[in-house]
């Protein structure tokens, strides 16, 4: 039997289907499906498809599903099937059916749950890929920890993932990095210029001003002394040192940001450069593909709604014909001046990642980028042609800390934001990648820093670590016990389970049992949240049969007088204990064998 008993169940209602009404299409066929049920009253799960077939095969629906529910009902894992609603079928399964899931789950492991949907195929996840400038903030941390467990779920679900990170090195904002560490280098030296001044003769103004870019300016001092200044301290030509300070202030930044993202336990395999992609001829690539297809031309746009003629100047620049691959309107690629546009070198990245061979490409970006999905589409659908890989953008909205009900104080380091690491600091990495994954990234979320360190069921974190913490205890108890035997994973395998029928073990069961589907399901999704909220069902759900436990004697985990009772509910801790660590694993969250 499949580790996904609900697959399983699918495949027994389709070839029931098939077998009663062999004309009915494969079309019909594919949207059939087996869900669980959202109340156990109707049974463990239920399926559609009877409502699917009933309009090709030109039947009633509720006849259709009482003589399937009917043929269903002699399948020798089913208990019960009842036709129910408009035409769908609530399907009971056998105890023994759920019983005989536990063993499946102790041989396996954490790799529970990992699904060959996947087939293989080659995943490149691009996420954080924050512009080198500063530490990283709280909005990059949510990209970063939903990339992460988004690329650890595609993985669990038998995708091949690269997760890479794209370096913004080569546009304005780099250069405003560079003068603002060289204000921090003439300070360094004892200059003489005010800030205000010497923002006033900058190109761009003094654009970062944190407290962050002090060491580097002292660094650039010791190396360099003055030669990187005038004679006067003040301000030398841009010629002489603008590459220098530029190259330094980005590997340093890039330091940093590769310093926070450990800190929160996300690792890239590919870093790739704007700049090195320029340089390796990569636009000029590009371009050329797009003219080759007839994809450019010169063009002048409508003005943006909103605009009136008096503030809409018309100019005509280099436009991609975006419109003819689903854009709502061409895009310009190259400005009047002749310069490149930022989506230009996107397009560029986007053809270096189609050439080496994905199958399936996904970006993560803060929500400011909503707008920008439908020309990055038609960008991938044009460079790749019949062979473009599917291309996805998640979009992740903006964070606000709070802290005693107020927003967090913003870091003086920073200047500007909270940074990523203030947050770590405040309540750990584990508790940080936890909350980020407790709502869609498409919805705002408030951090609340007390909620986040209390230790109540209103706190994810906690209430799913402390029941694992609770299932180690439990094993930790038995395994010293005289006469029980081993209590590791493989013996428990082996234990009689037939004691398992109380309705708290049943459901903890079957909640275990939807963990291959749910990786499934989120996968496919591309919604790695979905894992924080079931983690945090089955952490209910083994709350719920603890402390039922405390009441009624006869469900207690460990019982002295009855060893093969006590071998079977240890099964079933065993079984949670591992889920949860698979799903925290998904999450990329330690799990904890003991609460402090």
């Excluded at 408009?86 to 749950?113: C, K």
């Excluded at 990786?519 to 759900?541: L, M, N, T």
Aim: with cysteine.
């Amino acid at each position: 039997m499949s580790d996904n008993l609900f697959t399983h169940l699918r495949e027994i209602v389709l070839a029931t289907m098939r077998r009663l009404h062999p004309d009915l299409g494969q079309d019909a066929l594919a949207r059939i499906e087996v869900t669980p049920t959202r109340e156990a009253a109707h049974g463990d799960m239920a399926t559609n498809a009877a409502l699917i077939g009933a309009k090709p095969l030109g039947e009633n629906p509720r006849a259709l599903a009482a003589s399937l529910a009917a043929e269903l009902a002699t399948h020798k894992l089913i208990a019960k099937a009842e036709p129910a609603g408009p035409g769908f079928i609530n399907i009971s399964l056998h105890d023994a059916v759920w019983q005989e899931q536990l063993p499946g789950m102790l041989r396996t492991g954490v790799s529970y749950g990992a699904s060959r949907l996947g087939q293989g195929a080659r995943a490149n996840v691009e996420y954080v890929s924050a512009n080198p400038t500063g530490p990283l903030h709280v909005g990059h941390c949510r990209g970063a920890v939903v990339g992460d467990a988004l690329a650890n779920l595609l993985a669990k679900a038998g995708f091949a993932v690269t997760r890479e990170y794209y370096v913004n090195d080569a546009g304005a904002q780099v250069i405003a990095l560079a003068w603002s560490v060289y204000w921090r280098y003439l300070q360094a030296i004892g200059t003489d210029l005010t800030e205000a001044d010497f923002a006033a003769a900058t190109p761009t103004g003094l654009q970062y001003s944190g407290d962050y870019l002090i060491p580097l300016g002292a660094q650039l001092a010791k190396i360099h002394g003055t030669a990187l200044a005038s004679a006067e301290r003040g301000i030398a030509d841009p010629a002489l040192w603008l590459d220098i300070v530029r190259d330094e202030a980005i590997s340093a930044m890039m330091a940093l940001v590769r310093d926070d993202l450990a800190a929160l336990g996300v690792h890239h395999d590919v870093v790739t450069s704007e700049a090195e992609m320029i340089r390796s001829g990569g636009v000029t690539r590009a371009v050329a593909t797009l003219e080759q297809h007839g994809l450019l031309y010169q063009g002048v746009l409508e003005p943006p709604k909103g605009k009136t003629p008096d503030d809409w100047e018309p100019r005509e620049q280099t436009l991609f014909r975006s419109t003819d691959f689903g854009d709502d309107v061409d895009r310009p690629v190259r400005k009047s001046d002749g310069s490149n546009t930022y989506f230009l070198n996107d397009i560029a990245y986007h053809a270096d990642k189609i050439a080496r061979d994905f199958a399936l490409l996904i970006d993560v970006l803060g929500a400011d980028h909503g707008g920008y999905t439908k020309r990055m589409q038609a960008a991938v659908k044009a460079i790749g042609g019949n062979s473009a890989p599917d291309f996805e953008i998640v979009l992740c909205q903006i964070v606000r800390v709070l802290k005693d009900g107020v927003p967090m104080r913003m870091s003086k380091r920073a200047g500007t934001y909270v940074e990523l690491r203030d947050l770590i600091d405040a309540v750990g990495a584990d508790v940080v990648r936890f909350i980020m994954l407790m709502r869609k990234s498409d919805a705002q979320m408030d951090f609340d820093l007390d909620a986040a360190v209390a230790q109540t069921r209103e706190n994810p974190v906690f209430y799913v670590q402390y029941a694992h913490a609770r299932c180690r205890s439990v094993l930790r108890a038995a395994a010293s016990m005289d006469g029980l035997g081993e209590v590791d994973d493989a013996s428990l395998a082996q234990a009689d389970l037939t004691s398992l029928t109380a309705p708290e073990e049943l459901a903890l069961i079957r909640r275990l049992a939807a963990w291959p589907r749910q990786v499934e399901a989120a996968a496919i999704a591309r919604e790695p949240h979905r894992i924080g909220f079931f983690v945090y069902e089955v952490a209910s759900d083994f709350h719920a049969l603890w402390n039922k436990g405390r009441d009624d004697t006869s469900l207690r985990f460990i019982r002295s007088d009855q060893h093969a009772e006590t071998r079977a509910r240890l099964a079933l801790v065993a079984a949670t204990a591992l889920v949860i660590r698979s799903a925290l694993a998904v999450m990329g969250v330690t799990p904890v064998e003991e609460m402090r």
